[in-house]
């Protein structure tokens, strides 16, 4: 059963860092093609991409380019979001995704991603 778990969640404060990881499992991150993305939703707002990651490309939303990296390991079947330089209006609830196949390249649209974890909350207060 293909299931993807975020953690790594938690307090921290304004320039502070923090690790996420998306842990897959049901399918290989080594031999698997599709993108994965990391997401978030901060009360009130809409859902919005952050960064994703495929065979093909890395993508970094603006708000969050030379911030934050993304990253997987294969022999963990695992994602990273790393965050750096945190900020106040990073805080939300953070998802991992996994995209449709039939994209070449990840995306930051949610559409076409289909697989969603539980999400993991980033509070970022001092």
């Known amino acids: 059963q293909l299931q993807l778990v975020e953690s790594g969640g938690g307090l921290v404060q304004p320039g502070g860092s923090l690790r996420l990881s998306c842990g897959a499992s049901?399918?290989?991150?080594?031999?698997?093609?599709?993108?994965i993305g990391w997401f978030r939703q901060a009360p009130g707002k809409e859902r919005e991409g952050v960064a994703c990651i495929s065979s093909a490309n890395t993508l970094y939303e603006d708000s969050v380019k030379g911030r934050f990296t993304i990253s997987r390991d294969s022999a963990k079947n695992t994602v990273y979001l790393q965050m750096n330089s945190l900020k106040p209006e990073d805080t939300a609830v953070y998802f991992c995704?996994?995209?449709?196949?039939?994209?070449?390249?990840?995306?930051?649209?949610?559409?076409?991603?289909?697989?969603w974890g539980q999400g993991t909350q980033v509070t970022v207060s001092s």
């Open positions: 995704a996994l995209q449709t196949p039939k994209y070449a390249y990840c995306s930051t649209y949610d559409h076409e991603y289909v697989y």
């Open positions: 049901g399918f290989s991150l080594d031999t698997d093609h599709r993108g």
